[in-house]
């Protein structure tokens, strides 16, 4: 298996395309009408593969005019995701609007919030630097995930250096700052329409908290978050995204150096990462994933412990606001 959209799916991950589309397009339809009570729906798009399969099955079910993009470019963001979201956007037809939320986040202090806690581990950062985080994850350490900072000066000298948690937290505090201005402006253009708002997690990311809470992971209808990402490039090539998009690695485009989803968060390249969650979710045997992942089975073992560690950070992104009088539901 190699981590591109032309890869063979493991079978077990195979879908009837079609098939899958006409349903989740009738579950759209039926959840608006009954449930929402909604016109329409918005999202955000980010010239990736999920938010592009997402737009495409909101178009399928309602067609393009009750469905409205956003592009929501900020300071770090990477200009070819502006150009393959609109590139999309044109694809399908839809009515798209341009929010830079690069002045809202200086005006809030997210950039200078993050490169304050950068400097408690690289003092000299300042104008011209880059930087991303990444992870030493426990298949390649032997034991646990190990958070380091990666800058790069003006003069191209680049740097990896170990993180304190605090300097973690406050950059990743900092960097959230993007999630939840987006879901902002993707909720005020829901109310001016009358819409609801599409989330676009696959199942991989909304199963081990690959998100932010009330950032990204807040939506109305996550239309794939049961669909491991294999499946999820199955229905794009279905839909007809463009090759571009199928092709392109998943990537954050959250930090000012390019980033992969690897390096952040995940141990695996998405098509080793489905084979070994549905190992786990279907209680198979270590040898059997390991064969299918062209992994051993030690490291089968590694990535399901990986997968169990970061259910129980995603436990408190996914749980609901709590209620201490146990009778206040039907309470006006």
Known sequence: MTNNAHSMPFSPLELDAAAEVERIAEKIRRSLRFDLRKRGLVLG????????????LAVHALGAANVFGLFMPENDSDPESLRLGQA??????MDCVLEDIGPSLAAMGCYERRD????????????GWTSKIVFDNAMSTGAYNISSLVVRSPSGETRKIRLTAKAYLGIVAAT???QRTRKQFEYYHADRLNFAVLGTPNRLEYDQGFFVKNGDGAADIKPIAHLYKSQVYQLAAHLGIPQEIRSRPPTTDTYSMPQTQEEFYFALPYDKMDICLYGLENDRPPAEIAKAAGLSEDNVRFVWT???AKRKVAHYLHHAPIHLHEGIQGKS
């Open 45 to 56: 798009l980010s010239g990736g593969i999920d938010s592009s399969v997402s737009a495409a």
């Open 176 to 178: 959230n700052m993007k």
């Open 116 to 127: 304050g806690f950068i400097r408690e581990v690289v003092p000299e950062y300042g104008p």
């Open 88 to 93: 999309v956007a044109t694809m399908l037809g």
């Open 306 to 308: 990986d997968i169990a």
